[in-house]
C-alpha cells in the first residue's frame, strides 16, 4: 500500500529511537539498580551506573581494535554482565552484535561468521576451544577478545591476535559521545538455523528492538520494582529482547551465567535469593525446576512472579504445578529469530477469568496468546486468503509489524517465505478465535492434507506420547494414492512395553480425541525417530524414508 | 549532530507508526472491553468493538464532508466516547483533529480556528451557542457538526450547514479502508495559551502520540486489568495522550462526561461504582475530590488506584490524605501542550523506600519526577551550560525528543524557545538531584536574582499562603539600585486578620525556611492581586505596577 503524506507536525519526528538512549536513561534515573551475574566463584553485583562506564570503555576499546560503524562483532558467551555490556556498548558505536549460538556445530558457527563477515569475536574462556577450532576458517576476523577475570597471559590459547576483555576496559577512556545512529541502522543480527539449508541471517534494527523493549515491557508488565532473570540464552533470538526491555523499565536484572538443564538447582536457588520476579525460559527449563522444587522441603514463595514460557505450548501439569507450590504464573508467549521475536502473549482477560470455569482457563493457557500492540497479524489459507477469527479455521500464521523481519540478509530464493503483501511466513498453522487467541496445531509443512481435510501431526504425537508405554513418537503425512496424504505414525516403546501392545490399543487411544477418518492407517514400531541436530524430529528424513509407504500398498 | 547510517537492518523498519493501529489492535484483541460515559440521562456503555464499528463510520463521515487527508477538523466537546471516536477517526482519515479549549474566550478561539484553518467543527450540543458566537469570525469553516441525542431538527441553531453526528454515522458505510499513513503526518494540534501573546499551536504526529502511548502506559502501568478515568479535559495537552495510553494496553475507559469542580460528589461516585484503578487530573480537581471523600460515611476503598497529578506540586496534606482514607496513591507528573504532555513522572525507587523515613518520601513524592524513558532532559545555566545533577544547582529545564515539540506552527519569533542544540525550552527553572528527580523551583521569568544569587518566588509564595492570615500571596523581583532585583511581597489577608499582623510577623515566618537575605524588603497588604485570563498570578502586571518600588526609595 502506498504511504500517504498527511498534514506537516511540528515535532522532533527526527530524534532518533536508539537503544543507547535506553541505558543511558536507566544510569540516570535507575544508576542505583543492581545487575548480579552468578559466576562461578559467587556472585557478581554491579549497578546500572557501574554497567554503563564499562559500557562507555568498551565503546573506546572497539576503536581501538579499529571497529567502526558498520562492522560487525560476533559473541559467544554465556548469559553475564559482560553480555549486557556488549548489547549496549558494541551497538551504541554503530557497530552490530552478532549473536553466535554456541551449541550450534562448528561448521555452521563458520557458515555464520562469514555470512556476516565479522571483524571481531568475544568469546568466553571456557569457549576459547571453540573458537580455536573454527578461527582458521573464518579469514575476517581479525581479533579475538576473551572474556576472563584472569589475566591474559594466565589463558592459554592459540587465538591470534588475542586481548583481554577486562584489560582492554582497563585501558580505555571512561567518556564517550555516542553517534547518533540513523534508527534503521543495524543493532544485532542473528541466524536462524532451520531443518533445511543454510541458515539465515536476520538483522534488527535499534527502532526495532526499541519499539519491542516497549512491547515486552508493556505486556510482560516489567517495572523498575521487578528483578528480571534472564534464563533464555542471549544469544538465541535477540535473547527475547529481555535484557533491554528490563532496562527500558528500570527493573533488576538478574543473569545465570553458565548451567546445564541436566542441574537447575542453582538457578531454583538464585532466583529465591534474589527474589527474582519475572523471567524467562521454556518447558524445557521450567519442568526441571519444578521437579527440583517438588524435592524442597520448604516450597518457596514465588507469588505474583511471571514465568514466561516460549518455544513448545506449556503443559498444564507444569503451569498448575508450579502455581500451586509456588504462586508463580507460566505465561505462555510465541515468536521467532525474525520476530524480535515476541509475537503473541497469552494473559487472561478480566471477563474470560469471570465467565470460565477453572479447567477452561488453563485450557485458554495453553494457546499461544494474542497479537500484541503494534503487530498486524492473520491467519491465511493457501490462496493468501484471510480466514475467520472463529478457534476453528486453520491456516498459516502470517505477520506484519516494525519488529518483523522483512528479507533474510543476502539470501537468494528465501522470497517465498514472505507473502505478496509483505508478511513474514510463520511456516506455523493455527487458528485465532473470537478473543484473538492463536492457537499452534502444526508447521504447515506438518498438516496433514487428507481428502481435503487437515489433520494435526502435531496434536497427533502429543496424544500418542500420552500413552503409557510410548517413548517418543512421530507422525507424517504420507502419500496416499486416493487421499492425496494420510498419516503414519512411528513409536519408539518403553522397553517394558515392546512387544506388549500393538496397532488397535493405539487406534483406540487416538479414538478418544480424534475422528475415524484421521486415524493413521498404520503405526510403525522402531527404535529410534531421526532427529535433526538440535533435536527435533526431522520430518524432512522421515517423508524421504517413507514417501512410497502407501502407494505401494 | 549528524545523523550516521549504520549497517542496514533487514526488518520492516518502513511499517509506519500509525494511531488507528492501536484501536484496531484493542478491537481484535480486548473487544469485549468495556467504554463507559457518563451522559446526563446515565451511563452509556459499549465495546471498543462497537467504538470502532462507529470510528469508521465516522471516517466515511468524513469524506461526506469533504475532508480528507491534511484537513484540520476542530472539536468542541468534553470528555465522553464520542471525543473518543474522534480522537481515532479523524485522525486515522489523514486529517487533523484540532483540540478546541471550551474554556478559552471566544477571542483566542476564533485566532486558533483561523491560524489552523479548521474546514470543519464537531460541537457538542451544550456548547453550540460559543460555536455561534465565533462561526462569523471563522471563514474556513465549511461545516458544523453537533454532537447531540435529540434529532437534528429538535436542536435550535443558527449555525449553517449543520449535521447531526450521529445521523452522520447511521447514514454511513461500517466498513472503511485507512490510508497507510506516514507517521510524521499530523494526528493533532493543540494551541498553548500563555500569558503573553497569541496561541501557538503544537502539530503532534501519529509517531509521536504512539510512542508517547508507550510512555504513559509504561510509566503509569496501565494494563488489560485496569479501569483508567479520564478526568483531564481531552482538549487539555492532547488529553494527556491518556486515552490512547489506555487503549494501547486495552483497558477499561471512564469519561465523566460534563462535570464542574464545584460538585465532584458525582466523579467520585462514578469513580467508586465502576471501579476506576487510574486517573488522571490536579490538585484542584484531587483536593475537591478529598473534601467529599471527607464527608462520606463510608469511605471507598480505592486500594491500589493510581491518581496522576499535573499541573502544581501536589501538597502533601492531599496525597496522604487520599492515601490514608481510600488507599489510592497521587503520583505528580510533568509536561505541557508542547511535550504531549509526559515529561516527568515521580515513582519512588525501591531503595528509596527502603532507606528514607516516611517524612523524606512524602517530601520527595512532591518533586516533579524523573525524566521518562526516551526523552533527553536537562537543566542549563543562561549560558546554555548543563548544570550537575547535585539537586541544589537551579536553571533551565530543557528537553528533547520523539514526542517533544520541535517548533511552533507558523509562529515566527518563537525560535528562541529552543535552544541552539535543538532542545525545547520549558521555561521553568528547577534542579535535578542525583537520583535524577527534578524539581521546579519556579518560572524562570519569576525567579528572583539578588546580588547573583538565586531567590525562587514561587517558594516563599507557598511559605507565605501557609501562614494562618494569608490568604492569597504574590512574590515578584523588582528592580533594585543595588541588588539588581529583590523581592516584593503582596498578601491579601483573611478578613478577619486585617490590621492584626504586620511585616515583622511574616519575616519571621518566613525566617523559618528561607534566608536572612532572600527575606522580602517589602510586603503590601492589598485588596486583591492581579491575575490572568486562566487564573494565574499576572507577574507582568504587577512588575509593571511596582517597577520602580525600590529604585525610588
Redesign the interface.
Known sequence: ?????????????????NMI??IR??T??????EIVTRKPGGLFRYTYREAYERIKRLANALGKLGIG????VGVLEWNTYRFYEMDFGIPGT???LLQLNLRLAPKDLVYVINHAGAKCIFVDETLVPLAEAIAPMCPTVKNFVVLTDKPLREVKTKLNPVHSYEELLAGAEPAYEW?????????ACCYTTGTTGDPK????????VY?HS?AI??NA?I???DCFFQIVPMFHANGWGTPQAAT???AKLLFPGRYAVEDLAPLVDLWVQEKATVADGAPAIFLPMLRYIERMPVKPDLTGARLLSGATEPPVALMKGLYDLTGAEVIHAYGATET?PLVTIN?L???LQRELTEEQRWDIKRKQG??V??L?LKIIDESGKELP?DGKSVGEIVI??????????NAPGTEVQFTPD?YWRSGDAGTMD???YVKITDRVKDLIKSGGEWISSTDMENELISHPAVLEAAVTGINHPKWEERPLALLVLKEEFKGQVKFDDFLQHLGQKFAKWQLPDEILFIEAIPKTSVGKIDKKVIRQQYQDFYMKR
Open positions: 500500500m502506498q504511504i500517504v503524506n498527511g498534514f506537516p507536525s511540528t515535532m522532533q519526528d527526527d530524534y532518533q529511537l538512549n535506553i536513561h536507566a540516570r534515573c535507575f544508576g542505583r539498580q560503524v558498520g562492522d560487525r554503530g557497530a552490530v553517534p547518533d545512529l540513523d534508527e534503521k541502522s543495524a543493532y541471517g536476520v538483522y534488527y534494527s535499534h527502532r526495532n519499539l516497549h515491557a508493556l508488565e517495572s523498575y520494582r527500558l523499565a528500570g524480535t494473559r482477560k478480566p471477563w494474542y497479537a500492540v503494534g498486524d477469527d506484519k509489524g516494525p519488529w518483523i523481519t522483512a528479507k533474510y540478509f509483505g473470537e478473543e484473538g
